[in-house]
């Protein structure tokens, strides 16, 4: 069995993200990343300014204590603020790229979705992130989709794919629906609890449904 308890040989995944806020779906590909791809570590990356959104996020604190109400008790995971804490617009190239640099002997995995995978020509120096990882596409339907799978082959870009659990989750819906009456309860199961009590008791998502209305399980 190889030694792994230094930089070379050590597998290490960077899953980055808005995480406004982190869902269930999310936890999922957290879970089954440090599984199929025998992660030693598995970086959570919340975004700092993210370039490719035109609407604002989260204050990034509150995103970084979701992540870590979030993933915190997963063996292996990390929350890495570098992203927040980097002035100027968050680019995955320039993480992965300080990574490489503290880890030279590492394997380095990009852990993303569907969507992102689909759009990843466009990406900021698409080609050297291909370089410095191997990306791991978490193959599920998208939104807009009509619940088919997407065909990832049609990027035409070297990848692996990960066998992800059919969750439908949306962090838009789960912001817009959180304090409506009817779909609050459905909505704030799509989180994991201690994130639920969170955004609650910070009343987060407020402005994007009208004002906040107290509900039963989180008063």
Request: one cysteine or more; a neutral charge.
């Amino acid at each position: 069995m190889p030694d792994r308890s230094g930089p070379v040989g050590r597998r290490v995944g960077v899953f980055g993200g808005a995480f406004d806020p982190p869902h269930v779906a999310h936890r999922a590909l957290a879970e089954v990343a440090l599984r199929q791809l025998a992660l030693d570590e598995l970086r959570i990356v919340p975004t700092g300014q993210a370039w490719h959104k035109a609407r604002a996020l989260t204050d990034a604190d509150q995103r970084v204590a979701m992540c870590r109400l979030a993933f915190a008790d997963l063996p292996g995971v990390r929350v890495d603020t570098r992203e927040i804490e980097r002035a100027g617009p968050s680019y995955t190239v320039d993480t992965l790229t300080a990574l490489r640099a503290e880890q030279s002997g590492a394997a380095l995995f990009l852990v993303v979705g569907a969507d992102q995978w689909l759009a990843f020509r466009t990406w900021h120096r698409w080609a050297e992130i291909l370089r410095l990882a191997t990306v791991a596409v978490a193959n599920r339907p998208l939104e807009d989709g009509g619940g088919a799978l997407p065909d990832l082959g049609r990027v035409g870009l070297p990848h692996v794919v990960l066998a992800v659990p059919p969750l439908a989750v949306s962090a838009t819906a789960v912001r817009e629906r959180w304090w409506d009456p009817v779909a609050g309860p459905a909505v704030r199961a799509l989180v994991p609890p201690a994130v639920a009590r969170y955004i609650s008791e910070h009343r987060l998502y407020a402005s994007a449904a009208g004002p906040a209305t107290p509900h039963p399980e989180h008063p």
